[in-house]
């Protein structure tokens, strides 16, 4: 696999559907354009943030593919089945499914919440299930793949975010439960970053990460990008959850 630069179209997925949740803000957005960038036309999933979305919708459209903004709440599995009818309803295919849409809730161990817990199972392990569940019918028809968004804290256990170590744990799991479900039509891969900085995260995040990171450096969005684009093109891979952590997790 050859990784271009941004602004250089690949076409390694010319004529393929993907969808993004989360896609009109950060990361999301970052991974809806490099789709695009390789060639895809791609569906722009948001909750509420509409005047986002739109903006990456344009950006995509001004590389010369197709994009579209769908709201759902991710929350509500009828909003799921929703949104993939439009899918199909749309292009009548899906290649792609990037299920990067999450919850990074802090939680203090001793006042932790039943409304944080909901917030971080429902978000980060229920509905990328259900929209694994409501994309497969497309993507077997494609072979197509499936990328669910882990990270460290469920591999290593943040004590200041327990629920949320537990959500991505289940991410995990998920991973390899869906993979050997759908398999051989459909391929079910995780990525798992460590600490991901963009302008504007406060800067006690990268100094964290530079004290304990062996690369002695924060990720960026663009190689999240290239993990993700990687694991899209990996055909002999399934049911891995690939660390981009710069060695934080040794």
């Known amino acids: 696999m050859v990784v271009l630069p941004s602004g250089h179209m690949s076409g390694q997925l010319s004529n393929q559907v993907a969808l993004v949740t989360g896609a009109g803000k950060r990361i999301g957005r970052v991974l809806a354009l490099r789709l695009a960038r390789e060639g895809a036309d791609v569906v722009v999933h948001y909750r509420s943030s509409r005047p986002e979305a739109d903006d990456v919708v344009i950006a995509i459209e001004a590389l010369g593919r197709q994009a579209v903004a769908l709201p759902a709440d991710l929350t509500r599995v009828s909003e799921i089945q929703r949104l993939f009818e439009q899918v199909k309803d749309r292009f009548g295919r899906l290649d792609v499914l990037v299920n990067s849409a999450a919850s990074f809730v802090s939680t203090d161990f001793g006042s932790t919440t039943e409304a944080q817990w909901a917030e971080s199972l429902d978000t980060n392990v229920r509905s990328p299930f259900f929209c694994s569940q409501a994309a497969a019918p497309l993507l077997k028809q494609s072979k197509g793949v499936i990328v669910n968004f882990a990270d460290t804290g469920g591999l290593v256990g943040w004590p200041g975010y327990i629920p949320h170590s537990i959500s991505k744990a289940g991410v995990v799991m ?15 891969n995780a990525i798992a970053p460590g600490t991901i900085t963009m302008q504007g995260d406060p800067p006690e995040w990268e100094r964290d990460f530079v004290r304990d990171a062996p690369l002695k450096r924060t990720g960026t969005p663009d190689e999240v990008a290239d993990a993700v684009v990687f694991l899209i093109h990996a055909k002999f891979m399934t049911g891995h959850v690939l660390v981009l952590d710069g060695g934080r997790t040794l």
């Open 174 to 188: 998920l991973t390899k439960s869906l993979a050997k479900k759908l398999a051989p039509g459909v391929r079910v």
